[in-house]
């Protein structure tokens, strides 16, 4: 089956490519990924909050010739971040750590911070988290059964932010996560979401059960069609046959509006 490349599992991020096609899912996990700017500066946030790797700041300007390679060789078991995205991070960090809610539930008793797990669930052997390269669960308590992910964003207005994270499949990556550590559905799950400019506003979503259950049911219908492609060896992209051109909705309402 095609799977993350150093572990032979599979990973959310990978999975969740099977929203868009098949051919995502197989590029995804075949190719090495592009790291952002977004996802140095949560990786920062996550370490400076919950622990876990180490991180260390480059003090070059880019992220290229000798200097940096020696650099990045010397750290490599480290998240690098240059000046600007550290200071992006320690404020988002301060402002989660400063946070009453937020602190409420990262100092849930029993909590675990950044671990990594296999399992086998969905027909699946999955993974989060590789050990010394990339964090897993951001905490978990299975004796308060409490479940959370930090978030860094652009924007924590509740409304706004709910939005966003069903769109992002943050509810499914909880579920998946679940998963992982034999919850069921008795757990709270929260995303602590801070917003990446200031005053960095922090939002502690609870996602409720039904929600979750939406995620788990994305996850199912991914699983299958990543069986069927391993079974198949066909890797489709967005469809594998015609489809018929759709007369877009703006034109219908220009029309009507001619009319009245």
């Known amino acids: 089956m095609a799977t993350h490349k150093s572990e032979g599992r599979v990973h959310f991020s990978d999975l969740a490519q099977m929203r868009s096609s098949s051919a995502h899912y197989k590029y995804s996990v075949s190719t090495k990924k592009e790291v952002t700017r977004a996802m140095t500066v949560g990786a920062l946030t996550d370490a400076m909050v919950l622990g876990g790797r180490k991180w260390i700041e480059y003090e070059g300007k880019v992220r290229n010739?000798?200097?940096?390679?020696?650099?990045?060789?010397?750290?490599?078991?480290a998240i690098i971040g240059i000046r600007s995205?550290?200071?992006?991070?320690?404020?988002?960090?301060?402002?989660?750590?400063?946070?009453?809610?937020?602190?409420?539930?990262?100092?849930?008793?029993?909590?675990?911070?950044?671990?990594?797990?296999?399992?086998?669930?969905?027909?699946?052997?999955?993974?989060?988290?590789?050990?010394?390269?990339?964090?897993?669960?951001?905490?978990?308590?299975?004796?308060?059964?409490?479940?959370?992910?930090?978030?860094?964003?652009?924007?924590?207005?509740?409304?706004?932010?709910?939005?966003?994270?069903?769109?992002?499949?943050?509810?499914?990556?909880?579920a998946w996560y679940l998963e992982a550590v034999g919850g069921d559905d008795t757990w709270q799950c929260f995303l602590i979401c801070v917003e990446t400019a200031q005053?960095?506003?922090v939002t502690c979503l609870c996602v409720p059960s039904p929600i979750l259950t939406d995620g788990r049911k994305s996850i199912t219908l991914w699983a299958e069609k990543l069986r069927a492609c391993h079974e198949s060896g066909r890797w489709p992209g967005y469809t594998d046959s015609p489809v018929e051109m759709v007369r877009p909705a703006w034109i219908q309402e220009l029309e009507e509006g001619e009319l009245s």
Not at 67 to 74: H, L, V
């Open 199 to 201: 005053p960095h506003c």
């Open 65 to 77: 010739g000798k200097e940096w390679q020696a650099f990045a060789s010397e750290n490599s078991a």
């Open 85 to 174: 995205e550290v200071i992006e991070a320690l404020d988002a960090a301060n402002a989660v750590n400063s946070d009453p809610t937020a602190q409420s539930i990262l100092r849930t008793p029993g909590m675990s911070f950044q671990t990594c797990h296999q399992w086998s669930a969905f027909g699946l052997d999955c993974e989060c988290g590789v050990v010394g390269e990339r964090g897993g669960i951001d905490a978990f308590s299975a004796e308060s059964k409490v479940l959370v992910d930090l978030k860094v964003t652009a924007t924590a207005e509740p409304w706004a932010l709910s939005r966003h994270a069903y769109d992002r499949m943050w509810h499914a990556q909880l």
